[in-house]
């Protein structure tokens, strides 16, 4: 069977305190394919110190459990998710109350597996394996978010997605339905201890501590950088690739990574470039670093510039037509009331521009879509109705559009429309992204291994006396 996914969490009690809790979230049952009203068996293995849960017969099974449901309404259809919640005190020969434990997902041909085992837990070592047959360039993600990065890269054509680390569940729902054959691990990334090898790591760390829309608490995040070097070296990629907001990149936590990686990436290139400037309608300045294994790729990259003459388009060319009778229209009036109010009351909305907040369809410039683009700021940018008194959301589509998200890329019905506009606010744009990937690509075309030259006999083309020959 073929390890799939990976979680990480903390064995909670029931009935008494001391007797072990077995609860697999919805997300850890749809990795398995586990079903509502399936029969699972349950086996203890004390010498491989595991607990096995899974959908066929175990001859050592000690117990069997069935797979129950729960309705969640909160979305546009109600839908029923695939639960198990078990406890026992067999468990307690294995896993502890308050013991951190792995849960392990294998996949193989008509079964799943599910292996619950207590965290095993190595500093300063990973456990690594190689994941795909693919034999495109193979690409890990590293705080992969809902995976907008990972499909802008194997939207170019060269770059197979073959795993992620993620903490939020949700992410990592819509991470897995886009990249069904990845592996995943679900958790905190300090407890990251399996990885798979990869030729790209793309890193997106957490920007809270240094977006100018974050909280601006510098250094929270320095601990887990140092989870992250590790991480890193145990992929051994040839390519490291960063994104992020320009102030992270002056943080003594960029500093700390850069030299906890500069023994196998001694070579870093980095560059700030705006989406805008690369023929997005929306705004959105990042600053991207690489970093190498070896002179030979850092020569051969080089970050893409800025095309000559972009053809502006106007927002109207990324409006959805077809949503018209659905668009929930605000009123501007009653918007600009409470704007003034909170600026009368002093703080940052005092002398908040809002040239680009009430936008008209001809328009070819929008603010950065933050992710709570879903509240009423003067950051954001809003359509304004024709009459210029009403103003809306850009829908989800319609952003899909803006950030050149691939065409294949789908949300699960599993996540709510709130939480779609945050993870597209945390994503990447597709037009530097798709650009910076290519480059990547051009790298390995350029420095492909070395084929061994075979001794053989090649004749030489003469010109003898206006008779053309060859020279034995």
Not at 127 to 146: H, N, P, Q, Y
Request: positive net charge; glycine residues 6%; hydrophobic residues 35%.
């Amino acid at each position: 069977m073929e390890l799939k996914f990976k979680k990480v969490y903390t064995v909670s009690s029931k009935n008494d305190p001391e007797t072990p809790r077995i609860w697999l979230q919805s997300l850890v049952c749809k990795q398995a394919g586990f079903e509502k009203g399936q029969e699972l068996y349950v086996s203890i293995n004390e010498t491989d110190k595991e607990i096995v849960i899974q959908n066929t017969p175990l001859d050592s099974a000690v117990s069997r459990v069935k797979v129950s449901g729960r309705t969640v309404n909160n979305t546009e259809q109600p839908y029923v998710e695939p639960l198990v919640d078990t406890a026992s005190k067999k468990y307690q020969r294995i896993i502890r109350v308050r013991q951190k434990v792995e849960i392990n997902v294998y996949q193989g041909e008509g079964s799943s597996r599910i292996v619950v085992r207590p965290l095993k837990f190595k500093l300063l070592e990973k456990e690594t394996f190689v994941k795909s047959t693919d034999e495109r360039i193979s690409m890990l993600s590293i705080c992969s978010g809902a995976g907008f990065g990972s499909a802008h890269f194997e939207e170019c054509g060269y770059f197979k997605s073959i795993g992620a680390v993620e903490l939020e569940d949700d992410s990592v729902e819509t991470y897995s339905f886009n990249f069904p054959g990845s592996y995943i691990f679900n958790g905190d990334i300090r407890d990251c201890m399996t990885i798979p090898k990869s030729d790209v790591a793309l890193v997106t760390m957490p920007c809270n501590e240094s977006s100018s829309l974050g909280e601006r608490t510098q250094g929270i995040m320095n601990d887990l950088l140092l989870a992250t070097s590790e991480i890193i070296k145990a992929t051994e990629s040839r390519i490291v690739f960063f994104e992020n907001v320009p102030a992270w990149y002056k943080t003594e936590g960029y500093g700390k990574l850069k030299s906890l990686l500069k023994e196998d990436f001694p070579y870093w290139q980095e560059k700030q470039l705006e989406s805008y400037d690369f023929g997005s309608i929306a705004r959105r300045n990042r600053k991207y670093a690489c970093a190498f294994r070896n002179q030979e790729d850092f020569m051969a990259f080089q970050f893409p510039t800025p095309p000559q003459g972009v053809k502006r388009k106007k927002l109207r060319e990324f409006l959805n037509k077809a949503e018209a009778d659905t668009y929930e229209w605000k009123s501007v009036e009653n918007w600009l009331s409470n704007f003034k109010e909170r600026g009368d009351k002093g703080g940052a909305y005092k002398d908040r521009s809002l040239e680009k907040t009430f936008v008209k369809t001809s328009a070819t410039e929008l603010n950065c879509v933050p992710k709570r683009y879903t509240s009423q700021t003067a950051s954001n940018s809003y359509v304004l109705s024709e009459d210029e008194k009403s103003f809306r959301f850009l829908t989800i589509p319609e952003l899909f559009k803006i950030f050149k998200v691939p065409s294949w890329f789908r949300f699960p019905e599993t996540i709510g429309k709130i939480r779609k506009y945050e993870m597209i606010g945390q994503s990447v744009c597709g037009h530097v992204f798709q650009a910076i990937a290519n480059r990547i690509a051009e790298v390995f075309f350029r420095n492909q291994p070395k084929k061994e030259k075979r001794d053989e006999f090649i004749p030489q083309l003469s010109i003898d006396d206006e008779q053309l020959g060859f020279v034995f």
